[in-house]
C-alpha cells in the first residue's frame, strides 16, 4: 500500500499463472474467466438494497442522455457535462500553439520522438493517440459494466457485444489483460460490499451538472461483522490511463483546487466528488470513493480518494 497526498493506493493482481479459467478457441486466446460463485446469492436482492436502488433511479429518472455529442437534458434544459465542470478547473490548452512550438523545439532532435515533425504531423499524432485510448478506454468500461451485470445474475443486461462471453459453465470471459484486471477485481471484492448500480446517470438540478458513475457499491458493515452506522454507498470508476500522475512542472488546478497537482488523478477525484454530492443531496450516505486503475499487466490497483475535494 502506497500513500500519496490525498489518495491511498492498493495494488492487486499478479502474472497469469492461473489453475483454472485458461481457455483457448480458434480466434482469442482467452487470458482468464469469472466465475460468480454465488457471492451475492440471498444478498443481492435485500429489500434494504432495492430500496436504495429504486430511489436512486426514480429520482434521476428524468435526465435525458443523447449518445452524440454526449448531452444531457432535463426537463429540455441541457445540463452541463461532469467532465466539462472538472475541466473548468484546468488551464486552457491550445494543441495548435503546442504543436508549433512542440516541432520547433524538436525538429532537428534525433533523440525525441517528434523527430522531423512538422505541426500538422504532430497533432495528427495526438488526434490518433487521443482517439485510441477513448476506443479503449470505452471497450473496457463496457466489459466492466457487462461483468457487474454477470456477477448479480441479470444476464439479459449484459451488453450485446459481450453476450458470446458467457461460457458453457457458467462463466465470463476475458480475452485482454486489462479485463483480466476487472476479473481480478470482483474475485476480490467482499461479499460484505453489495453491488448497486452501473452506468447510473446523476445530476445536480440547482449546480445545472450531470453525469454517469460506472459502478455503485453498498458496504454493509453489519456483513462484517461491525456496527451498522459504518455502512454506506462506494462510488468507484474504471480508469485505463497510461498514467494517471502525468503532471508538467508542478502546474496545479485553477482556484479553488489550486492546492491539487493538474494531473488525471486530481480530475478525477473532482469528477467523483460531484457523483457524491449528487447522491447525497437526495439523502445517500456516501462513505468512499475510489479509482480503479486498470493496468496492462492484468493488475489494478484500488485508489482510495480521501478527502472531499
Not at 63 to 71: A, W
Not at 278 to 303: F, H, N, Q, S, T
Request: aromatic residues 14%; hydrophobic residues 35%; proline residues 3%.
Amino acid at each position: 500500500m502506497e500513500e500519496d497526498g490525498g489518495v491511498v493506493v492498493k495494488r492487486y493482481g499478479g502474472l497469469l499463472n492461473f489453475g483454472f479459467g485458461i481457455y483457448k478457441n480458434r480466434k482469442k486466446q482467452i487470458m482468464r474467466v469469472l466465475y460468480s460463485n454465488g457471492k451475492w446469492d440471498g444478498v443481492w436482492d435485500n429489500p434494504k438494497y432495492e430500496k436504495i436502488r429504486n430511489k436512486i433511479k426514480e429520482t434521476f429518472s428524468g435526465l435525458v442522455f443523447i449518445e452524440e455529442g454526449h448531452k444531457y437534458f432535463l426537463n429540455g434544459k441541457q445540463m452541463t457535462c461532469v467532465s466539462d465542470v472538472t475541466h473548468m478547473f484546468q488551464e486552457h490548452f491550445d494543441s495548435e500553439v503546442k504543436a508549433v512550438e512542440t516541432s520547433q523545439r524538436n525538429f532537428d532532435n534525433p533523440k525525441s520522438k517528434y523527430y522531423r515533425m512538422t505541426p500538422e504531423m504532430i497533432l495528427e499524432k495526438w488526434k490518433n493517440i487521443s482517439t485510441d485510448a477513448c476506443t479503449t478506454g470505452t471497450f473496457r468500461h463496457e466489459f466492466g459494466e457487462s461483468a457487474f451485470y454477470y456477477m448479480t445474475g441479470q444476464y439479459d443486461k449484459i451488453l450485446p457485444d459481450y453476450q458470446d462471453r458467457l461460457t458453457d459453465d457458467g462463466g465470463f470471459v476475458a480475452y485482454d489483460p486489462k479485463e483480466e484486471a476487472v476479473v481480478k477485481f470482483y474475485e476480490d471484492i467482499p461479499r460484505c460490499i453489495v453491488p448497486i448500480l452501473a452506468e447510473t446517470k446523476v445530476y445536480d438540478e440547482e449546480l445545472g451538472y450531470s453525469g454517469t458513475f460506472d459502478i455503485l457499491f453498498y458496504y454493509d458493515a453489519e456483513l462484517d461483522g461491525k456496527t451498522a452506522d459504518k455502512s454506506g454507498l462506494v462510488v468507484m470508476d474504471w480508469k485505463t490511463n497510461k498514467d494517471l500522475y502525468k503532471n508538467f512542472r508542478g502546474k496545479t488546478l485553477l482556484y479553488p483546487f489550486n492546492e491539487l497537482l493538474d494531473m488525471p488523478l486530481s480530475i478525477y477525484k473532482l469528477q467523483l466528488s460531484l457523483y457524491q454530492s449528487c447522491l447525497e443531496k437526495i439523502g445517500m450516505k456516501v462513505i468512499a470513493r475510489r479509482i480503479l486503475w486498470l493496468k496492462p499487466e492484468g493488475i489494478y490497483d484500488k485508489i482510495n480518494l480521501v478527502g472531499r475535494f
